[in-house]
């Protein structure tokens, strides 16, 4: 890292933060190359662990940069870092150097084509045979939406002509993403890929819903283009026109996310499972992230192979209690099932099986294949999209 001291406020120590993700992804720091290597966000912390530099001589651009990486990293994780207001705002003060604030914007660009499915399970691709089947939609690219969004809001105090283009340049990247995540899900819309679409909704009701956030943290006004063009895509199908954005499919796939299936909704589904917080197991390994609820079998299947397996499932079990009408842990649970059947059986796990069965039709939903489950959501999920597009003059 860069040595010199910098006059610019900012929050959590470096070796704080990086013990914070050491904590909830230890993975990370195993010895020797894996599938981290050569991805930037681990690179830096890997590098930044293993020197002997103190915290007070990392200058602004590298502190930005160990915030963003750590963000990135974490944010799908059981205990991600709390560095959010950092890097969307409190990192581009006033009188930041130009010089410093454009290298920041460049890592904030670079960053939007980094593998997230490293350390995301909560993704979704394409559908096959289009142009989109290899590319990927995630929650982390809202992530990327919000440091862009303040990269973007910052450079509106300067003046300098590098400015105003990195500027323009950070609206045209966004713009570019906002048409990816439509073409996506259009292609899984086309393809009536219920289960592909629903998980798309949750991605794209959390990005646009978090790109919104920021650009009311940072005031943008009424006639802002970025605002003007973005503001309230997955909640409003049409512009302060009257026209329509984006053929109306982000609307669409905000009003999905909203709408109930069997009682429950992928917005109820998709909560923050702090319940999950506490199983160290679940930090084992980066295939034990959670994935997009409420399609939990094969995230079960692979947690029942983890060494503390018997205590996921009653931290599930319990977690699944406290839920009621919901689905996605009982899922998780059957996943486990499929590959432990013991589980109903064992001492240490009988009593969470009793309790969890307990509760009116838990037991349907253990019982269940996976293959019926999805096809199920899947189906009511294009239903709902041949329904949903009638409700958009009311929205105006």
């Not at 909640?235 to 982000?250: C, I, M």
């Not at 499932?313 to 998780?332: E, I, N």
Request: aromatic share 10%.
């Amino acid at each position: 890292m860069t040595k010199g001291k910098t006059p610019f406020p900012r929050g959590i120590a470096p070796d704080l933060l990086v013990s914070q993700v050491r904590n909830t992804m230890p993975y990370l720091f195993a010895a020797g190359p894996d599938a981290f290597t050569g991805f930037p966000p681990a690179d830096r912390l890997r590098a930044y662990a293993a020197s002997s530099v103190p915290d007070e001589v990392a200058d602004h651009f590298d502190y930005f940069a160990l915030c963003l990486s750590s963000h990135y990293l974490s944010c799908g994780t059981p205990v991600p870092t709390d560095v959010d207001n950092q890097i969307r705002q409190k990192l581009w003060p006033a009188g930041l150097p130009l010089e410093t604030a454009l290298a920041m914007a460049d890592f904030v660009l670079a960053s939007r084509k980094w593998d997230f499915t490293l350390v995301s399970t909560r993704f979704v691709r394409g559908a096959k045979g289009t142009p989109w089947e290899r590319e990927t939609l995630s929650g982390h690219l809202g992530e990327w939406f919000t440091v862009a969004c303040g990269a973007y809001g910052a450079f509106g105090r300067y003046a300098d002509p590098a400015a105003v283009a990195k500027r323009e340049e950070l609206r045209a990247a966004i713009g570019d993403e906002v048409n990816r995540h439509s073409e996506i899900f259009g292609s899984l819309w086309r393809a009536k890929d219920g289960v592909g679409c629903l998980k798309a909704s949750a991605s794209i009701a959390h990005n646009f819903g978090d790109l919104d956030r920021v650009m009311d943290m940072w005031e943008l006004g009424p006639g802002d283009p970025l605002r003007l063009a973005y503001y309230k895509l997955g909640a409003k199908p049409f512009d302060t026109e009257g026209k329509l954005r984006h053929l109306g499919r982000l609307w669409v796939a905000g009003e999905l996310y909203k709408s109930k299936i069997d009682g429950s909704s992928m917005a109820i589904e998709n909560h923050r499972h702090f319940a999950l917080r506490k199983p160290r197991g679940l930090r084992a390994r980066a295939e034990f992230v959670v994935p997009t609820a409420p399609f939990f079998d094969a995230w079960g299947e692979a947690i029942a192979g983890a060494e503390d397996a018997p205590e996921l499932f009653v931290a599930l079990a319990d977690a699944w209690t406290k839920q009621p009408g919901t689905f996605a842990y009982g899922r998780g649970l059957a996943g486990m099932l499929a590959r432990r059947p013991e589980f109903r059986e064992l001492p240490e796990t009988k009593p969470a099986y009793a309790d969890a069965v307990a509760a009116p039709g838990t037991r349907a939903i253990l019982e269940t294949s996976r293959a019926v489950f999805e096809r199920r959501w899947g189906e009511e999920a294009i239903r709902l999209m041949e329904d949903i597009p009638s409700r958009a003059d009311a929205s105006k």
